[in-house]
Nanobody, 115 residues
Framework: QVQVVESGGGLVQPGGSLRLSCAAS????????MAWYRQAPGKQRELVAS???????NYKDSVKGRFTISKNNAANTMYLQMNSLKPEDTAVYYC?????????WGQGTQVTVSL
């Protein structure tokens, strides 16, 4: 059983930056894919960015050019660097890791973008 724990959320002004981390209790080098999702109040959870075993990345259109997903296999940690944050980025951000039929979710970290 692998556990993933998010951190790095908080309150930031529009235009600011945050870096989220997702620390895994086991090796992420064997994960088929990892991803960041977010869920705003009253909305469905949506995919923000993903990264495959080989390092290929994919982004939601509205975050392209502002967010960067990356991972450090040696540290068993995935990151989401978020720049030029907008109020519409406000949400709980979740980490997801996939290995075969197994899917692991974190508890989420709140990101609030407001003056």
């Amino acid at each position: 059983q692998v556990q993933v724990v998010e951190s790095g959320g908080g309150l930031v002004q529009p235009g600011g930056s945050l870096r989220l981390s997702c620390a895994a209790s086991g090796s992420i080098a064997i994960m088929n894919a990892m991803a960041w999702y977010r869920q705003a109040p009253g909305k469905q959870r949506e995919l923000v960015a993903s990264i495959t075993l080989g390092g290929s990345t994919n982004y939601k259109d509205s975050v392209k050019g502002r967010f960067t997903i990356s991972k450090n296999n040696a540290a068993n940690t995935m990151y989401l660097q978020m720049n030029s944050l907008k109020p519409e980025d406000t949400a709980v951000y979740y980490c997801k890791a996939v290995r075969g039929q197994y899917v692991y979710w974190g508890q989420g970290t709140q990101v609030t973008v407001s003056l």
